[in-house]
């Protein structure tokens, strides 16, 4: 048995954690399995360069509650811990063991680095106890416990458990809705959706030795492949849109989705949809969802798209945005700012390719699409620009033209005697019935210009 104090350069690291994180302490739980998934990752890449002796076997991770005695388990069956693993990663916490796994293995997405990682469960526990058995023959199992004072006590015995490490929280009386099944279920939903590996949850059957024996184990609440993983050519429409139901259960029919991925200068993959909006836009907004290596980040996203981009749907995976920093030092961040570039980039080529292969289509969706380009036309300079050749108006005989189409159109017989070209448009076509008829008895044509930018939309143009 050993006894000791947590830290080598901090001598309590636990009001720290308290202070730091107070409004959002659920994300403990993002935390916990983010580690777990990390130790079967690394389980995972040890065995395929045969550096790992034995069977893989079941790599689920579990979760599972006791409501009654207010604990949360996660255990997985990754590679575990020896002793003095435990000492450097835990105790010592200064050391991070992924950055010692990422040196070694660059090649491997391990996920590290959220935040405060396992310590973050002393927000909600007021104890935590580690079982942790490594990998490594011959190990032994670990009992690792700390009362959130930097006392810990770990010990080394023959006690048995598989391979991999169980984290028990004893949940404070203030953190007790995490014993809750719904709750801890609601977080799997939004934290751990695209965890890449299966995660199962339940509620406990039955304690014994300080584990849990029995839970309903086929629960599995994650899709560990998520289709932006994918390769866009191995994807159909369908399963576009039925991913798109994936997000946003609740949602209309898209428009269309553009495919992101991206390997330099930084890694980004991700799938955007263009949803149906009409004038209710704003509501709408925050619907992007961020992940890092398949974990949710936010659906805040204001900084790191451009603000008109926001009001596309989809998700976006990049381990290169740098998560736990202020908003404001996101939108200097050069990495975050390349980010938006691409992305405004990728959706004007790919409303250019849609126009291009495929108009009337386009055509038919441009009285949703129409909001969506002229909020980017209207705020973003390089975006307009390229909009120029998609961008549609319609006339009031239900005809559509690029802007250069219809000068070619009206200029023999609307340009004025300054040479000016004059465009006539009309926001209601009903109720100026009787003007439009008689622009149009002299051999005028008239635009359509009633939707809630198009005043805006008018003045820029004009101003051009
Ligand atoms: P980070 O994940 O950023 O390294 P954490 O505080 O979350 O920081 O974890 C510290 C270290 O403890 C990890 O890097 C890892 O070496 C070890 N660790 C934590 N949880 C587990 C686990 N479930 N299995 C094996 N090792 C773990
Ligand atoms: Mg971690």
Known sequence: MTNGKIGVTTENIFPVIKKFLYSDHEIFLRELVSNAVDATQKLKALASRGEMQGELGDLTIRIAVDTDKRLLTITDRGIGMTADEVDRYI???AFSGAEEFMAKYKDQAIIGHFGLGFYSSFM?????????????????TVHWECNGSPEFSMEESDEAHDRGTTIVLHLSEEAKEYAEADKIEELLRKYCRFLPVPIAFGKVKEW?????????KDNIVNDTDPLWMRKPADITEVQYKEFYHELYPTGEEPLFSIHLNIDYPFHLTGILYFPKIRNNFEIQKNKIQLYS?????????????PEYLTLLHGGIDSPDIPLNVSRSYLQSDSNVKKISNYITRKVADRLQELFNTMRPE????WDDLKIFIQYGILTDEKFAEKAQSFMLWKNTDGKYFTPAEYEELVKANQTDKHQTLVFLYVDDPVAKLAALEAAKGKGYDVLEMNGPLDNHYVNWYESK
């Not at 014994?208 to 309903?216: C, E, W």
């Open 293 to 305: 290596n398949q974990v949710y980040v936010t659906d805040q996203v204001e900084g790191i798209v």
């Open 91 to 93: 105790n010592q916490i």
């Open 362 to 365: 386009f055509e038919k969706k």
């Open 124 to 140: 909600v526990a007021d104890k935590v106890e580690i079982i942790t058995r490594s990998y490594k023959e011959g190990s032994k």
């Open 208 to 216: 014994k030795d300080g584990k849990y024996v029995d839970t309903d």
